[in-house]
């Protein structure tokens, strides 16, 4: 026997030793591994009979098993003549990506500059001057509560102005009517 072929036995004996204890390598170790796994299998079909969702989705293990098997996988993949179709059909979107991309790369300084890398440590400046808005739109809301009374006082009185005025025309054309026709009869 050569030696690579009697090392290969020392490593299967030692591997037989772990699995199955000691020295006893005979077929009684096996039988106590097929007992115990059909002891299992029995009780997990007692476990699931009756429980449709499970039953189904151990009948969809096969499918699983298929989709992710490599093989699965070689027999989807399309041929060179329809990859080729496909990157030829999508060539415009290519093109306009690649472009943005261009322009990403060309606009990165800007974007790693000093400005743009200081805008974490201008937060509290922004904090800031978010609470100062706040605070200047609710002087705002206020002091409009207070024109809105003032506003329609206003318009108010000029309401009132113009009826007085209105009047005062409709007197001032009648008497200059009446003024007019005393002048004509004499």
Known sequence: MEAWEESLEEQLKSLEIRVFGGDNTNATGYSKCVDRVAY????????????????NMLKKLDNIEKYLDPEYVDCLTLPDDAK???????????????ARLE?????????NSEHIKNTPNLSNELLRLSEIEIKQQEE??????EVEPLVASYNSIIQTLTKQFIQWDDLTTKLEM???MAKTKN
């Open 40 to 55: 299992f299998n029995n009780r997990l079909n007692s476990a699931i009979t009756g429980r449709d969702k499970i039953t």
């Open 84 to 98: 080729l179709q496909l990157i030829t059909a999508q060539e415009k979107i290519i093109t306009d990506t690649v």
């Open 103 to 111: 322009e990403i790369e060309k606009l990165k300084p800007v974007l």
């Open 140 to 145: 705002v809301n206020s002091l409009c509560s």
């Open 178 to 180: 009446k003024s007019q």
